[in-house]
């Protein structure tokens, strides 16, 4: 089992910035990927942003890419994903993913007001 615990959405101003944070703990594996996944209402989840512990090149949605980092900190099995220059669309509930084992946080809102 690996847990995971996400931190720092809320709500911002259309143009402002968050960084979401998420922790995993638990039976970590050698080699796993840590990304964010959105989902809105109705919608299916869509990723966000992914990398890996050992193929640290990360991936990105085109919604997202310019305005978003994620970084890692593998010591501490935490993944950090910047966010610039919100719009109103990036409003969503943000769900850290742990990969092989598929594992979810619970969501974190972000709202952007325009």
């Known amino acids: 089992q690996v847990q995971l615990v996400e931190s720092g959405g809320g709500l911002v101003e259309a143009g402002g910035s968050l960084r979401l944070s998420c922790t995993a703990s638990?039976?970590?594996?050698?080699?796993?990927?840590m990304g964010w996944y959105r989902q809105v209402p109705g919608k299916l989840r869509e990723l966000v942003a992914a990398?890996?512990?050992?193929?640290?090149?990360?991936t990105y949605a085109a919604a997202v890419k310019g305005r978003c980092t994620i970084s890692r900190d593998t010591s501490r099995n935490t993944v950090h994903l910047q966010l610039d220059k919100l719009k109103p669309g990036d409003t969503a509930m943000y769900y850290c993913?742990?990969?092989?084992?598929?594992?979810w946080g619970r969501g974190t809102q972000v709202t952007v007001s325009s």
């Open positions: 993913h742990y990969y092989p084992d598929d594992f």
């Open positions: 638990g039976s970590i594996s050698t080699v796993n990927n």
């Open positions: 990398i890996g512990n050992v193929s640290t090149t990360p």
